[in-house]
C-alpha cells in the first residue's frame, strides 16, 4: 500500500471513530501514513491530521528539509525561539477548536499533550492504538519483501558468529560479536539487545548477557534480530556446548513439539489465542505448563512488539498478510531454559514460516 492510500485510509477509520484529527508522534505510525522519520528528544515534534484539511507538523527548524520532502506544511521553531509560537500558528491555521483528537498512548508524552491542551480550546484526547493496530496488522507485499531480508541478515549474521564461539568466553563478549556480525552482515540497526543466556541464565526469559564464561554441556538461549528497510525480524534458537542431553535435552523437545503445534495451527480465520492454546496444549499435558511463562508471541513488523498479540483473551481472527512470532518456551530456574522462535505470515493457504533456520539445537564441537 503507497502512503497516500495509507493516509487516506487513516483518515477514514478516523472520521468513523467521529475524530476530528490525529495528533502523531515521531516513530512507526508517523513513518507508515507519511513517510516522516523524526526521534523524539527533548524538542518536540507533533504531526497533525485533520480529516477535513491538510496535514502539518510541528518541528524544529533543523528538521524542516523532511516536511519539505513529503509535502507536509511545516510549522518550524529555532532554539532560540522556543516552540510555542510554532504550536500556536499551526492549531489557529488548522481552526483545531472544540475538537476531538487521537493520540498514541504509548509515545504521547505528558510535553506535548499539555502543549496541545493549552492551544487547542476544548481539545478532547482519545487513544488510537486500535486505529493502528486495525491499520498496520496486514502486511502489503513491500512489507513482506523488507521482513524476508530482516530475517536474512540475522539468519547469515547467526551462521557467521557460530563458529566464534568457544567454551570460557563470556556471554558478554558473544552478544558482543552477535552484534559485530548483524552490523556487518547489513542490518540497519538492531531489533533489540540480542539476548545470549547460558546454562541457568536461560531461566530468565530476558536475561542480559553477563560476564559468565560457557561451560561445557551449557545450552545457551539466543534470541536476537535486525531492522533492515524499517522492518524487524526476531529469533530465538538453542546452542549447545557438546551434545545435546540431558534434563534440558528432554525439554528441548517438548518445546520443539509445542513450536510446531503453534505454527501448525495458524490459517486464515482462527483467532490469535487459538495458536497461543495450540502451543501451550503440547507443555501442559508434558507438565511444565506453570514453567511456560509469557504468551506464546507477539506481531511483528515495524516494531518488534506489535498487534496482533498471540495470548489467551485475544479473539482477532487472523488474516492474510499478519505477520507474528510464535516462541514458547520452558524455564526452570537454577537450571535453564529453552526457548524457540519463528517469524510467521498468514497466507490464504495457512501459516509460512518466513525463518528458515533449522529448529535442531545448534551444537559447539569440542566442547566436552
Known sequence: METNARLVRMLELAEAAGLDALALMPGPNLRYVSGLDFFISERPIVALFPVDDAPAVILPELEAGKAHAAG???????????????????????????????????????????????????????????????????????????????????????????????VGMTEREAAARLV????????DALSFDPIVAGGPNGGLPHAVPGDRPFAPGDWVVVDWGAFVAGYASDITRMVVFGEPSGKLGEIY????????????????????????????????????????????????????HEAPFIVAGNPVQLRPGMTFTVEPGIYIAGLGGIRIEDDMVVTEQGGQALTTLSREPFCIPGSV
Open 180 to 187: 559485530a556480525a548483524l552490523l556487518s552482515g547489513g542490518a
Open 72 to 166: 507536509i506544511q511545516a510549522f518550524t521553531y529555532t532554539d532560540e525561539e522556543g516552540y510555542a509560537l510554532s504550536f500556536h500558528e499551526a492549531c489557529a491555521r488548522l481552526e483545531l477548536a472544540e475538537v476531538r483528537v487521537g493520540i498514541e498512548t504509548l509515545r504521547m508524552r505528558m510535553l506535548e499533550a499539555r502543549i496541545l491542551q493549552r492551544y487547542i480550546p476544548g481539545l478532547e484526547l482519545t487513544p488510537v492504538d486500535d486505529l493502528f493496530s486495525e491499520l498496520r496488522m496486514a502486511k502489503d507485499p513491500g512489507e513482506l519483501v523488507a521482513m524476508r531480508q530482516s530475517i536474512a541478515v540475522a539468519e547469515g549474521a547467526f551462521k557467521a558468529w557460530l563458529p566464534q564461539l568457544r
Open 253 to 304: 523437545e517438548i518445546v520443539r513439539q509445542a513450536n510446531a503445534a503453534g505454527r501448525q495451527a495458524v490459517a486464515p480465520g482462527i483467532a490469535a489465542e487459538d495458536v497461543d492454546a495450540a502451543t501451550r496444549r503440547v507443555i501442559e499435558v508434558a507438565g511444565y505448563g506453570a514453567e511456560f511463562n509469557h504468551r506464546t508471541g507477539h506481531g511483528l513488523g515495524m516494531e518488534i
